[in-house]
């Protein structure tokens, strides 16, 4: 009997270990960053360094940090289930931009010219099934990387996305949030002052009418109490007119972890659709 205890036991944290190896925690000392980028990583758990595998990219939102997607939802799962390599990284407050202003806030660049080239060191990535998604400010970075990258990336998506970057809007959605105006005073650091320089520049909907190229079918949604909804109703209807075919998902909810934990399954099964053989 208690040769098949230990038996058992052994077993079980042989089970542990060979799940907890799935998950790997990278701190990136970057070049283009004043402090350095903590990545969180999961894989299958039953990874084979031999075979390729498909890759999302998961961006958190603003205030928040890499570990915000793994607080809601079940990351290890969602590898196992979909054979799927996901990467988090730290976006801190940067809303996934190179700052004209701050040589230590070149988000875009230590995305792809850091981050991007580790993962393909570490892992055997199928370069044909690459997807990105995040939300809010995630949101917004996931559709501003798919749409300048489109080469790279397979499809995207964004749920409850802070994607029309105008002064007004983010101010209101400051004071809803953190009854103060953090967000747009962080704008204004990385950006600049919205007075004199063009914000609306770096606007999801702006960035799709200046791209020469046809643009890809991509996934947005958001819940109709959200603050932000105008934001994806608005680039719905640009991409309606463009005549992207884009995939749009309205649903009762607000602007917190009880929706995005739900809507982000829809990604995943809309990712596993779009995965090319």
């Not at 969602?78 to 230590?104: C, E, H, R, T």
């Not at 995207?156 to 809803?176: F, K, M, N, P, R």
Request: aromatic share 14%; charged share 20%.
């Amino acid at each position: 009997m208690k040769t098949a205890i230990k038996i058992t036991a052994i077993v079980v944290f042989t089970l542990i270990l060979y799940k907890a190896s799935a998950q790997q925690q990278w701190v990136i000392k970057s070049v283009h960053l004043t402090r350095p980028d903590t990545v969180l990583v999961f894989k299958p758990a039953d990874y084979d360094a031999k075979k390729a595998y498909p890759l999302t990219y998961l961006l958190h939102g603003y205030s928040e940090n890499y570990s915000q997607w793994a607080s809601m939802v079940d990351c290890q799962k969602l590898a196992d289930q979909y054979q799927m390599i996901i990467v988090m990284p730290d976006g801190f407050v940067s809303w996934y931009v190179n700052s004209p202003y701050q040589k230590g806030s070149q988000m875009e660049d230590f995305f792809f010219k850091e981050l991007v080239p580790k993962v393909h060191a570490a892992f055997k990535i199928d370069s044909r099934n690459i997807f990105i998604s995040g939300l809010s400010m995630g949101g917004y970075g996931a559709l501003r990387y798919f749409i300048q990258q489109q080469d790279y990336f397979n499809t995207a998506g964004s749920t409850s996305g802070g994607l029309i970057v105008d002064a007004e809007i983010l101010q209101q959605a400051s004071i809803h949030f953190f009854n103060n105006n953090r967000v747009t005073n962080d704008l204004t650091s990385i950006l600049g002052n919205p007075g004199t320089n063009d914000w609306h520049q770096y606007s999801i909907t702006n960035l799709l009418k200046s791209q020469k190229k046809e643009i890809k079918p991509f996934i947005i949604d958001c819940g109709t109490e959200d603050i932000l909804y105008p934001s994806t109703l608005e680039l719905k209807m640009v991409a309606d007119s463009m005549k992207i075919p884009i995939t749009y998902i309205k649903q009762p909810g607000n602007h917190d972890a009880a929706y995005w934990k739900q809507a982000i399954l829809y990604h995943f099964v809309y990712f596993k659709s779009k995965m090319i053989n």
